[in-house]
């Protein structure tokens, strides 16, 4: 069935309806009893009893003596009592009253007068330091109602009243079936056309946070009987299951069949995105979820069906989730017919909390990695302007977001080594970067939304880097160039460089494969000045429109032989073990404005910057010539 | 060495230094390497770099075919293009792209004509439709720095990356030794003088939601030689340890000297109440915390003291406290001498929130699990009067504080009863209650502190219930009382009435042990009227002045021939197979104010009263006659 055929249904209206069949048929918490001792962090499944009193006894609540309240009356400072040693019992704190007493005096209030006569000075008021049976808890009291959590104090209430056992929600076993012909199991070198099967432990993780336990099947391939298969065994055991991928309505799409085959099907096709291919399924009274392969889709699509039906199995309320307001730095444009998922990084930038959209992909998992919050636009809304105010989900609490110092700009590998040392120096900052090039860095400085950026801008006339861009882009100034590194600009070549490259001027020979950054970049500007130093003409260099975001990705591409070469930094072909054609020396500085100068983690980042730590790391990566780290170049 | 040798040390201080020994000692997070499938919720202990590039190879990001971009230029509605079966390759999503091609044209722009070829009507952009290597991971970009915590999506990435392996931080392992000559362990009937163990568990559960690990030792005796053992055992094999009870300065208090032997006593006495006698100890870089027996003082000492250090040797900087104003019910003393941490329960009422004093006794476990928050009076302050603001460490999250239903007054066991069909009905309504007799439920009402209270305040002059109190009370009116139940009150007396007791007229009698509600309660105001009634002078009843605050714990009392007659209700006698000596027949309503009154949650209250199901329960407990319960007697 070709991909038309799936529906469209809004996701609250699916979701309420799925809840409903599946309570309807029967789906509802399951219960077992097990030891009090292991209860911790479990729900009640039905209301606990006291079986005894707490204190069960009357004890002591000091050091001192018990005696007969009565024989104390009347003494004073000026009239003591004395009591001889048959009319008073030692006792710590603790032990059990003696009969016929029913007071105790602390040891510090008793003065002893030999052959074991105490004197007192006041008179003991009854049951005075004594904890009375009951004091905590009577026998036959209910010390916690049903579908309560049992936190640590309940867990000690509960032994100190006697009970050994209680009967607790048992947590929903789900089971995970990963099917499809190119899955392999986790591996270091898969081979090209194999695919890593890690959608089962991202969701397994998911799953185990809310509460459930998780079984993990072995990979099915594409073929319906085995699926069906599967789908019986898991059934067998499991109280949810997820089927991952083949949900779509493609030619080796079996899921939605095998799950129609094996129960019902409520709904294939949801009016959200990533994730509308989801099939929500069941079989009697267990939900089977299919739930396509793209791991972003696959994780939204979870946490928007499965998560209230854990919850519900698990009988607790999970945390409401927290929203928090943001500007946004880019538009964000979403399709009329769909309720977008939209992940965003944020950071508080010049006293805004800025959200920055991260890739859309929903084979980009990383996305979901970097996520601070997630942005919902609504179906039947076009999107959003850029510096709209939105309303974010929270993925991180608040406070972390403070933590984040936000870098935008030209990328390098050497961003990757601050954040690692910030974190080693300072455990608590995160150096948040976004790879858009030197002059989107620039721009986003001027428009308030990152704390520092990374540029390499060459000015053709002078010859002089960043100075001139910045004061185009920032005429106002309120903004330090920080000097950071010289690196090595240079054609990235595939080992051994087969195709014979010299240099700039060979770009243009017939079947070579070139792989560019983007526009704005500084090393993107840096190849077109020099295509037309060298009098070449880029529309004739294959691939020139073939852009990457990152020098890594360039260098990655030409190592996987998918490319001949790129202008890259000198530590990217390295890392890949690539040949090298060093052709230019730049300036890699940072542009630090006024409103994050003095932020105490600038200055924690500007110490790393300075450090013989982070100087060690450059000479590792390779390429990198380094001068006055961290030093004021120019004041704007 | 007598108490006063306890220093008194206030807790930051303490807390500090303790901490900078440590670490002046070599206490550091230590690291293991695990799987990475199983290193879920574990937090990164050094930077993960990517072992492959994610996806590895150019995959196909739809089903179609798979061609040379350039065969397709100029493609257009009017100039189609038309490729032969040897120019195309048909692709699914995830395929690896084929030697030669450099796009993939969707299946449903494809058109059959025959003979293996196709008719494409648009041109193909070069890499469209493809996942290019490193989309969404580079080899050799870091995956996360060091201290990351891995979520379910870093999870995935990692094995994307082909990351098999990741060093994380070890949890450490805390080893709890409880000690006390009286300690067993838990079980249902234990005898005078035996104390069940149950400050491990708690301690247990605590530490391990904070990322511990934990091993509870044996129980060890009294005795300085076993102490010194087990602390040797325990430093063999953790990173922390808790030596419990014994931490005081009585004569079997031996836990500061076997500290001292084995290590060193860093602090011993902290200016906080509960938990002055704390020893913060340490072998070299271990810290040995001695802790105080009573639960809630072992609780505050762990939670204050021991917290920051699992937090530093997990290398996580925990979720900061949560706080939230509230308006004490209750004046709240304190002794300038200590920081005291008191723990309260809270309610929304009337459109304040409202903090009540829990039990402060440092052996009532139950108060830390009914507490919704706690306030921490400083030291050097002598407490908050009633109706004070103060700022309260939620110990729940605020939504469900508005989800607690309060009733305060009459104590009777039906309430229990209400509370579990609340949560059977709406399992997320609490109701929180605390007795404090009729005459303290209607003035909690008239202070709108209390959603309703329960009442059975008899005028002796009209022989009615509660009305005439109600008018006293709340003059202005702004309150319904709503019946609930009648109940006999009668003489709660020992199995087998060995005193032979037939009515008050007996209570003055020698040798007779009573046992006494507190004054403001009905039952207390009962009794005093039965006794002059049947002139008895109660200051001949021996006594008369131990006051208890529940029917139940009257009785429990009585049970344990601790006292051998009370006034109480038929259930409370019942429930302990008590003689009852039946003397009297009350009103048992409920006072309801008016802005109470519209609450859904009390009209989901007043269902549960009216229901079959309450009923059935009240029979079972006994000694009830239900009318029209739910129903309004009278408005004021």
Not at 1 to 14: G, H, I, K, R, S
Not at 411 to 424: F, G, M, N, S, T
Not at 543 to 551: I, L
Not at 577 to 596: H, K, N, S
Request: net charge negative; proline share 5%; with cysteine.
């Amino acid at each position: 069935m070709p991909f038309q055929y799936l529906t469209n249904v809004p996701l609250d209206e699916a979701k309420g309806e799925y809840l409903k069949i599946l309570i309807n048929n029967g789906m509802a918490p399951k219960t077992e009893v097990i030891s009090v001792a292991a209860a911790a962090g479990r729900v009640t499944a039905s209301p606990v009893y006291a079986r005894i009193c707490a204190p069960h006894y009357n004890a002591s609540a000091m050091d001192g003596i018990a005696l007969d309240a009565k024989l104390t009356f009347g003494a004073s400072e000026t009239t003591p009592v004395s009591l001889t040693g048959n009319q008073y019992t030692r006792i710590d704190t603790g032990d059990p009253l003696p009969e016929g007493c029913d007071a105790v005096v602390m040891i510090e209030d008793v003065i002893e007068s030999g052959g074991g006569v105490v004197k007192l000075f006041e008179a003991a008021a009854p049951w005075q330091h004594i904890r009375q049976i009951g004091e905590d808890i009577c026998a036959g009291e209910m010390v916690l109602p049903s579908y309560s959590p049992i936190t640590p104090a309940a867990l000690g209430a509960m032994i100190a009243s006697g009970v050994r056992e209680v009967s607790v929600i048992r947590s929903p076993i789900v089971g995970i079936i990963p099917t499809g012909d190119e899955l392999v199991l986790p591996m270091s070198d898969p081979k090209k056309g194999e695919i890593l099967e890690f959608n089962s432990a991202i969701f397994s993780a998911m799953l185990r946070e809310w509460g459930a336990e998780t079984v993990i099947y072995p990979v099915v391939r594409d073929d319906l009987a085995m699926m069906r298969e599967a789908l019986d065994e898991a059934l067998s055991r499991c109280d949810v299951i997820i089927l991952n991928a083949g949900s779509s309505a493609g030619s080796e799409d079996y899921a939605a069949e095998a799950i129609a085959l094996t129960g019902s099907v409520a709904y294939h096709g949801l009016a959200i995105k990533p994730g509308k291919p989801a099939i929500l399924g069941y079989s009697g009274s267990k939900p089977i979820l299919g739930v396509p392969g793209y791991p972003v889709s696959g994780i939204i699509v979870i946490e928007q069906i499965l998560r209230p039906i854990i919850d519900y199995l698990c009988r607790k309320t999970s945390e409401t989730d927290r929203y928090i307001d943001a500007v946004l730095s880019k538009a964000m444009v979403s399709s009329l017919k769909y309720q977008e998922f939209v992940r965003v990084r944020m950071g508080f930038v010049n006293d805004r909390l800025i959200a920055s959209p991260l890739s859309r992909g929903s084979g980009v998992v990383t996305s979901f990695m970097k996520a601070d919050g997630l942005v919902v636009i609504p179906q039947g809304v076009e999107g959003y302007e850029s510096e709209t105010a939105v309303s974010v989900r929270l993925l991180r609490p608040e406070q972390e977001l403070r933590r984040n110092l936000v870098i935008i700009g030209s990328h390098d590998p050497l961003i990757d080594e601050l954040a690692e040392l910030l974190r080693v120096e300072n455990d608590d900052i995160n150096l948040s970067s976004a790879h858009v090039g030197s002059m989107g860095g620039l721009l986003a400085v001027r428009k308030g939304e990152a704390h520092l950026a990374g540029t390499h801008l060459l000015d053709e006339t002078s010859g002089e880097y960043n100075v001139s861009y910045v004061r185009k882009i920032l005429p106002e100034g309120g903004a330090r160039l920080v000097e950071c590194v010289e690196r090595a600009q240079g054609l990235i070549l595939r080992k051994g460089n087969p195709k014979g490259i010299r240099g700039i001027a060979d770009l243009g020979q017939a079947g070579l494969r070139y792989v560019n950054r983007q526009k704005g970049s500084g090393t993107r500007i840096l190849i077109d000045y020099l295509c037309r130093k060298n009098s070449v003409d880029t529309s004739e260099i294959y691939g020139y429109d073939r852009e990457e975001f990152t020098h890594t990705s360039v260098a990655a591409l030409i190592a996987a032989d998918s490319a001949d070469a790129g202008l890259g930094i000198y530590s990217a072909a390295k890392m890949y073990d690539l040949d090298f054609v060093p052709i230019w020396q730049e300036r890699y500085d940072l542009l630090i404005p006024d409103y994050a100068w003095d932020m105490p983690m600038m200055k924690k980042l500007l110490d790393v910057i300075r450090s013989d730590v982070f100087h060690g790391r450059l000479e590792a990566l390779g390429g990198y010539t380094i001068k006055n780290p961290g030093s004021v170049r120019e004041r704007f």
